[in-house]
């Protein structure tokens, strides 16, 4: 028997792309002050203002959730489950990171307790900062990933993951051959893809840690499955660049070594992009790829500043997703991500010393780089979910769609946050757009995880705030 539920409240969501709206992002979103969703079997079967549909289903069990904002849930399109416990791990950049931080934490997950252990705390992070899917490394060990879609499917979440390749430039005992690398992606991929909300992506973890045997095999795998999502990383870090130049000579950059094992197309995304010249984005728009913007984590390690700016390019658009590269990434939230992104923006546009940075002239790439709440908030639902080719069951409030959705409490944070927020919150709450777009800047500038007040996953609560 279907059941039915709704929940009344103030809701914003998104229906466009802001970066489409240069001077009026606000004809991307959608604001009802009072308004009504009405879920049925975890799925959206109406979404509007609570006036025009209260009676259509007044018998329907109604949750009233005051002085709150509702948003579809969080999209993380870059995680490590298996750095849950190492992130913030200190004073290294990348390779350095891995070596001495990431393989030795990374190989007890070998064992299958642990691994449990692990990704219940992994998941249990995820929705207490208000992210209901990601897209998810796990390591080279089987079992993992075995682990990660059972704990998924145990909560109903939507997720996107794989088995992570690594043959080369790693500890011994963390590798894994390409032969053994195929097999159990073959396994993993029949007994989990499009199984309930999960979906399998064929994971070679980087090109400097990927042999050719390993990328052709996960070529192979694409093909025999061409269905599947294609997650790994690219231009992250300059010495790890070197390193993929000397492994692949033959290639004129990172991007084109992927593009040698046909794995660039829709549903790839390479995490971070940083170093990407102007055609490598050129290329990912044409081949309608995605890349993933971890600005914690590039910041943290040092490995630079993405180009916003360039990447949203109306001549060469990409898609674009926000991740938090947790444990390089040092919080699991996505609003945390959103004032790093913001501020990265800002950096792009002007020398740390304050002078303008000589290549950064373009005035239109310049505005580009500016977070708004309707950029950053689009960019971490509709946007992550069409960056990911999953706008057709996620990303914002239309009919039809899986319910996720997180509650919104915008005087949480530091006790700074609700004397600004009072600003325009003063009066119990948001009644046009614009103030809930203000009351979204404050949560993402001054607040913080403890904005979440309760996480919703296909029309049921799995997290509420003490």
């Known amino acids: 028997m279907s059941k039915t539920v709704a929940i009344r ?3 914003l969501d998104f229906i466009d792309d802001p970066w489409h709206h240069v001077g009026a992002e606000e004809k991307a979103a959608r604001f009802f002050a009072d308004g009504l969703l009405v879920i049925e079997d975890g799925r959206i079967k109406a979404f509007g203002a609570y006036k025009d549909l209260s009676a259509r289903y007044a018998g329907v069990e109604t949750s009233h959730l005051i002085h709150r904002l509702i948003l579809p849930g969080f999209i993380d399109g870059h995680i490590h489950v298996p750095q849950t416990r190492i992130l913030g791990a200190f004073g290294r950049q990348l ?9 030795p934490e990374e190989l007890k997950y070998k064992d299958r307790s642990y691994a449990q252990e692990g990704t219940r705390r992994f998941f249990d992070n995820l929705l207490a900062a208000g992210t209901t899917t990601c897209q998810a490394f796990t390591c080279t060990f ?6 990660f ?3 998924a499917s145990r909560r109903n979440l939507r997720v996107i993951g794989g088995l992570t390749g690594i043959d080369r430039n790693a500890p011994p005992e963390f590798m894994d051959s390409a032969e053994n690398f195929y097999c159990d992606s073959k396994r993993l991929i029949g007994q989990y893809h499009k199984q309930g909300r999960n979906l399998y992506a064929i994971t070679p973890r980087f090109a400097a840690g990927a042999s050719s045997a390993l990328l052709s095999a996960s070529s192979r795998l694409l093909k025999e499955h061409p269905d599947c999502w294609v997650n790994t990383h690219v231009s992250e870090n300059p010495s790890e660049i070197r390193t993929v130049r000397t492994e692949y000579p033959e290639c004129d950059d990172y991007l084109g070594v992927y593009e040698k094992y046909d794995l660039v197309g829709p549903r790839f995304s390479g995490g971070h992009g940083i170093w990407l010249s102007n055609d490598e984005f050129a290329r ?7 890349v993933v913007f971890c600005p914690l984590s590039n910041l943290f390690l040092g490995s630079g500043l993405f180009r916003l700016g360039r990447a949203t390019d109306p001549a060469c658009r990409v898609r674009i997703a926000f991740g938090t590269d947790m444990g390089g990434g040092n919080r699991f939230s996505m609003i945390n991500v959103l004032d790093d992104a913001y501020k990265v923006g800002m950096c792009n546009n002007t020398r740390l010393d304050g002078s303008v940075d000589p290549t950064f002239q373009d005035t239109a790439e310049a505005e580009r780089n500016k977070l708004s709440p309707y950029r950053a908030f689009w960019s971490i639902t ?11 069951n996620l ?28 600003l325009v919150a003063e009066n119990g709450g948001p009644q046009t757009l614009g103030q809930a777009a203000e009351l ?12 979440v007040a309760e996480t919703w996953v296909m029309g049921q609560r799995l997290y509420k705030r003490n």
Do not use: C
Not at 95 to 103: D, E, K, M, T
């Open 382 to 392: 509709l946007g992550g979910a069409e960056a990911l080719y999953l706008d057709d």
């Open 284 to 290: 990912l728009s044409r081949l309608g790829a995605a």
């Open 95 to 103: 390779l350095g990171w891995l070596q001495f931080s990431v393989f």
């Open 440 to 451: 979204l800047f404050g949560i993402m500038m001054v607040g913080d995880d403890r904005a």
């Open 9 to 11: 409240g103030t809701f």
């Open 395 to 422: 990303g914002n409030f239309d009919e039809g769609k899986e319910a996720d959705f997180v509650v919104l409490d915008w005087n949480g944070g530091p006790p700074a946050t609700a004397w600004h927020q009072s």
């Open 149 to 151: 879609f059972e704990e």
């Open 142 to 147: 089987p079992v993992a990933t075995d682990v």
